[in-house]
């Protein structure tokens, strides 16, 4: 019998400005799982009083974001006027389609107090028919999406359906994405999506003859039925769906059918910020004037500035 495993992979380190990530997709060896091409595992970092996450503003397209929170919180402003502030439990779902402004920064109080953050954020390409949509924004609090207890596991359905859960995620495209922890040693069955992988956000796993430790990701044959083994306590995420419609290309920030989308939206950011971002195609979020160039281009002049509760009225 062939292995439920096609593939473990190990996470790489990046910085983003400031703080790592532990990176896996895309990976040389698989560039996608389902609609899911990238798939960053943030922290757990701590960060002390007056130190907090600030990315600045930078562009999309063609990709819905997605963040999920295990512990902290981030506040998120768009281009659309979007102000959120996301926290564990809860799912902000940005679609890009065809461009899209964002910021992640820490939010004042936290940024005050000191806090801890440990996160997850995927970005899943969006179908041909709907890489060039208008770009949008859904916030779904903790108590709309499903809880899902399993054979000794419990946890939340973030989108499309498993365990005879379906998610109010909004996506036109076959998805599936949750996460579970461990009550006690146990022996749980996965989701049926065509494609899947598995995350040991920390604990230990065992699927097959493969055992997976912290921050490991497992691509799953698509066979049925395949079992995993959890030690107490572990936490993992499941991600996958259907297979893409067709290849995708990743250049910075950007998700594109072809390569000639990925030159336009670099040429666009560019002749963005040359007008100030007044009349073009990317536009700044609310209370935001810097942003991050394109990989070799000039740094913004001056200090970044950092928006705070008094620059706009913030919905928490």
């Known amino acids: 019998m062939s292995s439920p495993v096609e593939l473990t992979i190990e996470p790489r380190e990046r910085d983003i400005g400031g703080f790592s990530v532990r990176r896996l997709l895309p990976f040389a060896q698989r560039r996608n799982v389902g609609p899911f091409v990238f798939f960053d595992h943030l922290g757990p970092a701590v960060f ?48 890009a389609g065809r461009g899209i402004v964002h910021s992640e920064r820490t939010p004042p109080q936290e940024r005050a107090a000191g806090h801890r953050i440990e996160a997850i954020q995927t970005w899943v390409a969006l179908p041909l ?45 076959g998805i599936c994405q949750l996460t579970l922890t461990a009550d006690t040693d146990t022996t749980i069955e996965v989701p049926d999506a065509p494609e899947l992988c598995l995350y040991v956000v920390s604990g230990e796993a065992q699927v097959g003859d493969k055992t997976l430790g912290d ?78 160039p394109l990989p070799g281009d000039p740094q913004p002049p001056g200090v970044d500035h950092i928006p705070d509760d008094h620059d706009e009225d913030w919905e928490s």
Do not use: C
Not at 71 to 88: C, E, F, M, V
């Open 48 to 95: 002390p009083p007056g130190k907090g996450i600030d990315v600045r503003s930078h562009p999309h397209i063609g990709l819905a974001t997605v963040t999920w929170l295990f512990d902290g919180a981030l506040d998120h402003r768009d281009s659309l006027g979007t102000q959120k502030t996301i926290r564990p439990g809860a799912v902000n779902w940005m679609t």
């Open 129 to 173: 028919t709907h890489e060039d949509q208008a770009p949008d924004f859904q916030h779904y609090p903790a108590d709309v999406l499903p809880l899902i207890e399993t054979s000794g596991a419990r946890g939340v359905l973030i989108s499309g359906a498993a365990y005879g859960k379906r998610s109010p995620v909004k996506f036109p495209a």
């Open 215 to 292: 921050a490991t990701m497992a691509i799953l044959s698509p066979r049925r039925p395949i079992q995993v083994a959890l030690k107490k306590g572990t936490r993992i995420m499941f991600a996958g769906g259907d297979p893409l419609d067709a290849p995708r290309h990743l250049d910075w920030n950007f998700v594109a059918s072809s390569k000639q989308k990925l030159a336009k939206a670099a040429a666009d950011w560019r002749a963005s910020i040359a007008a100030g971002f007044e009349g073009s195609h990317f536009t700044q979020p609310p209370g935001e004037t810097a942003w991050i």
